[in-house]
Nanobody
C-alpha cells in the first residue's frame, strides 16, 4: 500500500513564501513523475508543477518564475517552493506521483490535499 503524505499548507499574505512537501511511503519499486495540482471550488483540478526522474520540469504558466518544484529521490519526497504568492494561488493543493509497486504496473497516486490561502 502506498501513501502520499503532504505537509500542512497555511495562510499567508500576498508576496510571502510557502513551501509544501510530500513524502511517498509503502512498497515502492520506483517513482516516475511527481508533482502538484491544485483545485478551487467549482473548477477542475489543474496542474501546477511536475518533475520527472531526470528532473525535467513542467509548470502552469501563471506560476512560472514564482514556484519551483524539486524532489529528493532518496526520500521519495517532492517539494513545491512558492514565492511571491498571490491571492489567486489560493487553492487546495494535491501531491501527485506515478508509482510502481512490486507486482503491479505504474499508477497514479494522490495526497489528501492541503489548503493554501493567500490574503491580499
Amino acid at each position: 500500500q502506498v501513501r502520499l503524505v503532504e505537509s500542512r499548507g497555511g495562510l499567508v499574505q500576498a508576496g510571502e513564501s510557502l513551501e509544501l512537501a510530500c513524502a511517498a511511503s509503502g512498497s515502492i519499486l520506483s517513482i516516475n513523475s511527481m508533482g502538484w495540482y491544485r483545485q478551487t471550488p467549482g473548477k477542475q483540478r489543474e496542474l501546477v508543477a511536475t518533475i520527472t526522474t531526470d528532473r525535467s520540469t513542467n509548470y502552469l504558466d501563471s506560476v512560472k518564475g514564482r514556484f519551483t518544484v524539486s524532489r529528493d529521490n532518496a526520500k521519495n519526497t517532492v517539494y513545491l517552493q512558492m514565492n511571491s504568492l498571490k491571492p489567486e494561488d489560493t487553492a487546495l493543493y494535491y501531491c501527485y506521483a506515478k508509482i510502481q509497486v512490486y507486482g503491479f504496473n505504474p499508477r497514479d497516486y494522490w495526497g489528501q490535499g492541503t489548503q493554501v490561502t493567500v490574503s491580499s
